[in-house]
T-cell receptor, first 111, second 112 residues
Framework: SAVISQKPSRDICQRGTSLTIQCQVDSQVTMMFWYRQQPGQSLTLIATANQGSEATYESGFVIDKFPISRPNLTFSTLTVSNMSPEDSSIYLC????????FGQGTRLTVV | QKEVEQDPGPLSVPEGAIVSLNCTYSNSAFQYFMWYRQYSRKGPELLMYTYSSGNKEDGRFTAQVDKSSKYISLFIRDSQPSDSATYLCAMGYGGSQGNLIFGKGTKLSVKP
């Protein structure tokens, strides 16, 4: 497994602003993933981030809304842009190391 | 029809009971199956991971996969109050084990 640290753990943001969530892993991993967990809903994959290439987005998610950076093999960021109350969710970083392991999540509330 | 269906519960049992948690799925291409436990305000924690049909046991936990019926189960023996959490099933296929389809989760409460 891996130790996955996410920052911030929670935030309350004004609508129309952007928030960048950081994910740090204690070992080098090829693939990192960003998920969203809306209240009462399944975890849903937003995008897959490989180092050195553009992130791959799932249906319903676009780069303009959720830009992702992957500057090295231990770090990634997800930005939630131009936020609305509908973006209030838990955002989770995940890495693949034989199976998928998750960070503690970032609980975002947009007011 | 969603790809993965999971009864959200809530499920309440007395301490020591055997708990059965279940998911059904529609996509026969799924190759690997996971169970995660998620405590309140925490990230999902991997409990069990299996590729094939049959049973896999780890301590008090047994994961069961029936690919012919597209049905997976997690059994918890001698349940403890510390098992109170939300249990998520997840499935995937292809080369990446990080690209998963999740059930909605079943909230379990084990009463002392």
């Amino acid at each position: 497994s891996a130790v996955i640290s996410q920052k911030p753990s929670r935030d309350i943001c004004q609508r129309g602003t952007s928030l960048t969530i950081q994910c740090q892993v204690d070992s080098q991993v090829t693939m990192m993933f960003w998920y969203r967990q809306q209240p009462g809903q399944s975890l849903t994959l937003i995008a897959t981030a490989n180092q050195g290439s553009e992130a791959t987005y799932e249906s319903g998610f676009v780069i303009d809304k959720f830009p992702i950076s992957r500057p090295n093999l231990t770090f990634s960021t997800l930005t939630v842009s131009n936020m609305s109350p509908e973006d209030s969710s838990i955002y989770l970083c995940s890495v693949e190391m034989g199976a998928a392991f998750f960070g503690q999540g970032t609980r975002l509330t947009v007011v | 029809q969603k790809e993965v269906e999971q009864d959200p519960g809530p499920l309440s049992v007395p301490e020591g009971a055997i708990v059965s948690l279940n998911c059904t799925y529609s996509n026969s291409a799924f190759q690997y199956f996971m169970w995660y436990r998620q405590y309140s305000r925490k990230g999902p924690e991997l409990l069990m991971y299996t590729y094939s049909s049959g049973n896999k046991e780890d301590g008090r936990f047994t994961a069961q996969v029936d690919k012919s019926s597209k049905y997976i189960s997690l059994f918890i023996r001698d349940s403890q109050p510390s098992d109170s959490a939300t249990y998520l099933c997840a499935m995937g296929y292809g080369g990446s084990q990080g690209n998963l389809i999740f059930g909605k989760g079943t909230k379990l409460s084990v009463k002392p």
